[in-house]
């Protein structure tokens, strides 16, 4: 049966430690978590919204800059298209037929042109039935006749017209600028070419980035300028579908052929022309995308950082809280003693006095019956010795029990805690006295080596015999049966300290456990043997008392502790 209750009490105890464990692991992941939740969610979503409001700003500035451009490019080709128109009208409006159609006043007329722009390749004069009367530039096309030409019907019905680009009597693109003029009755056209090489180039300047480009399609999708990337002029784009766009200037994401691209387009020359400009979005989106990855990054580094805070902080948090908790538990375990070690010293007193009475009765009536044999005249008995020897032993077991009953007195009175003039040796044989039974039952050789001339010190008795009876018993407990325990006590000069070595010749500490005999709980002893508290106590104790413990063993060599207590000199 008791054995009984002690595997059950063991078994009650570890579920008591595995649900502790099992709390604090519980509280230590809820903090973890409600921190991360409170630390992480606002910073995901500032970090998203900085990055959605920085996307939104930059598709927006990618936008109008676009946009921008491509009215600025518009602005510049109708300012290039209109002067060169102003030029032929103001060289109409002061010549007279009759004078340009002289092949002299004619090239002194386009050297004065050319003095101001060099984007006319030619100028012509032709009369209303289409001959060329007049030509001055590289070609030879003096009397060629355009009745037939597109050009020449839309010029007279518009009176000013600027044509597609197209091959002609040249068989090189280009496009033409003309103008009616009246002079008198007679109608006749001065028609020039433009440079198409120059004109490609003012679009071309327009290129944005790798893969951006600048190109101009007329209502059909012919392609009036040369594209960077696409097709070449006179030929029908694959962006053709964009005429469908209605007039102004339009800025938009818009997926051709597979790829999405940002096209800005923009009408030009009375609608006739449209001017696109095309940018790869992941050429201008590629700072956002760097953004985003550097977010990301500086993300990822928030939350490692917060989370190896927090788990640190709980960490320390619950170390803190354990270590409380342990302390609490020593604090009332060291209450629950105090109680147990009042409650024995009052029984302690109370037996001392029971006993002492009938003691010194019977020690009396000892004495008494040693008289009446010296007075009764029977000291020639053969019996006289077996009388004697009794007397003698009765003597001497009262004597025996007084020593015990003195002890337990005097334990009892040392409970009060006090700083009195001590003598270690004699408290160390107070201390041997309780546990000479059990010492004696395990065959364990308890000797002392004493200094003789140990100075006496001052310090609390009661106190300074629980730190030895706890090492000793410990030392009982360890070697178990068939042992040696030497108290040696020594006067340390240097350090005016007075040591009490308590060596035993058991089965040693490992290094890793020696580590540890002073932390609360831990014990070597086997599970319900032991609370582990003895030593941290005896620290504690002789700490507070002004001196210091150590401990030195080796396994398989046995183990030394040794108390230093310091001497008060006057």
């Known amino acids: 049966m008791p054995d009984q209750v002690r595997h059950d009490g063991v078994r009650l105890f570890s579920c008591q430690v ?7 692991s519980k509280l230590r992941w809820k903090i973890i978590v409600t921190t991360l939740c409170f630390s992480l969610i606002p910073l995901f979503a500032l970090g998203i919204t900085i990055y959605h409001q920085f996307r939104v700003s930059y598709t927006f500035k990618i936008t109008e800059n676009l946009r921008s451009m491509s009215v600025s490019k518009k602005n510049a080709i109708e ?4 002067e060169r128109v102003a030029q032929l009208n103001l060289l109409a409006n002061t010549s007279a037929f009759e004078e340009l159609k002289e092949q002299a006043n004619l090239e002194q007329a386009f050297s004065i042109i050319q003095g101001y722009s060099h984007s006319f390749i030619d100028l012509g004069v032709i009369d209303k039935n289409g001959h060329q009367i007049a030509y001055v530039g590289p070609y030879y096309l003096k009397g060629l006749n355009y009745r037939d030409e597109d050009w020449f019907n839309s010029a007279l019905v518009r009176r000013k017209y600027i044509s597609d680009v197209f091959m002609g009597f040249r068989e090189i693109p280009h496009f033409i600028v003309a103008l009616v003029s009246r002079s008198g009755n007679q109608e006749w056209i001065l028609r020039a070419t433009i440079n198409s090489d120059i004109f490609d180039n003012i679009v071309r300047a327009a290129h944005v980035g790798r893969k951006g480009d600048a190109f101009i399609i007329n209502r059909n999708g012919i392609l009036q300028t040369k594209p960077r990337l696409d097709g070449d002029i006179g030929g029908l784009s694959k962006y053709r579908d964009l005429t469908k766009i209605g007039s102004g200037t339009h800025v938009e994401d818009i997926e051709i052929g597979g790829k999405k691209a940002v096209f800005a387009t923009t009408w030009l020359k009375n609608n006739e022309w449209l001017l696109v400009m095309k940018e790869s979005p992941e050429e201008e989106m590629k700072p956002v995308a760097e953004t985003w990855l550097m977010s990301i990054a500086l993300l990822a580094g928030g939350i490692i950082v917060i989370v190896l805070g927090t788990v640190f902080t709980t960490r320390s948090m619950m170390a803190k809280l354990i270590k409380t908790e342990q302390e609490k538990a020593i604090l009332d375990d060291s209450l629950v003693q105090s109680s147990k070690m009042a409650a024995l010293g009052k029984l302690a007193a109370g037996i001392g006095h029971e006993v002492n009475n009938p003691l010194a009765v019977i020690k009396e009536k000892a004495g008494w019956m040693k008289d009446l044999l010296e007075m009764e005249g029977i000291a020639g008995s053969e019996n006289m010795e077996k009388y004697e020897a009794a007397i003698a032993k009765i003597d001497q077991h009262v004597e025996r029990a ?19 003039i001590v003598d270690v040796n004699k408290t160390v044989d107070e201390t041997i006295g309780f546990l000479e039974t059990d010492a004696r039952y395990k065959n364990i ?8 001339k140990l100075p006496r010190i001052k310090t609390d008795s009661a106190q300074l015999q629980q730190v030895f009876l706890n090492i000793l018993n410990n030392a ?38 020696l580590k540890k005999v002073f932390d609360p709980f831990f014990t ?11 030593l941290s106590i005896s620290y504690g104790i002789i700490e507070k008392l002004g001196g210091r413990i150590t401990v030195e063993s080796k396994e398989g060599h046995g183990t030394t502790f040794t108390v230093y207590l310091p001497v008060e000199r006057e």
């Open 476 to 513: 009982i407990d360890a070697i178990r049966k068939d042992g040696e325990i030497i108290i040696r006590t020594t006067y340390v000069s240097k350090s005016q300290e007075v040591a009490i070595a308590f060596i035993d010749n058991g089965p040693g500490i490992s290094r890793e456990e």
């Open 445 to 452: 050789d308890v000797q002392v080596d004493y200094f003789e």
């Open 18 to 24: 595995n649900n502790m464990k099992s709390n604090y």
């Open 402 to 420: 007084r020593k015990v009953t003195h002890r337990l007195l005097g334990f009892a009175r040392r409970m009060e805690p006090a700083q009195v």
């Open 79 to 82: 300012i290039f298209l209109e």
């Open 524 to 534: 070597t002893k086997r599970l319900g043997e032991g609370t582990g508290l003895g």
